[in-house]
């Protein structure tokens, strides 16, 4: 049973800066992809970056494409988002999400590819 836990949420400034971290726990997060998504008021959650088992390959929704970046380190079981040019629109919860990935090379980029789900963060962008 895979655990995960965000960290790293909070209020900051249009044009600001966040990292957001996802630490893993009871699995064999090597053999795991993870992802990011992010559901705002009133709105469907929807994925904002994800990286397949070897971090070799990542996919972004277009709206943080060149500010956003996803990346993993498996020495520390942890998965983070660096969030950069924030915008008022990325204010949302954001989850972490993972699940093993024994084939292929990209990574599951809808809600019913991932298994396991942390409790999210709250991230708030003001204008």
């Known amino acids: 049973q895979v655990q995960l836990a965000e960290s790293g949420g909070g209020l900051v400034q249009a044009g600001g800066s966040l990292r957001l971290s996802c630490a893993a726990s009871?699995?064999?997060?090597?053999?795991?992809?993870y992802a990011w998504f992010r559901q705002a008021p009133g709105k469907e959650r929807e994925i904002v970056a994800a990286?397949?088992?070897?971090?070799?390959?990542?996919h972004y929704t277009d709206s943080v494409k060149g500010r956003f970046t996803i990346s993993r380190d498996n020495a520390k079981n942890t998965v983070y988002l660096q969030m950069n040019s924030l915008k008022a629109e990325d204010t949302a919860v954001y989850y972490c999400?993972?699940?093993?990935?024994?084939?292929?090379?990209?990574?599951?980029?809808?809600?019913?590819?991932?298994?396991?789900w942390g409790q999210g963060t709250q991230v708030t962008v003001s204008s």
């Open positions: 999400a993972a699940n093993p990935q024994y084939f292929g090379i990209s990574p599951p980029v809808t809600e019913t590819g991932y298994a396991y």
């Open positions: 990286v397949n088992w070897s971090g070799g390959a990542v």
């Open positions: 009871g699995g064999a997060f090597g053999r795991y992809a």
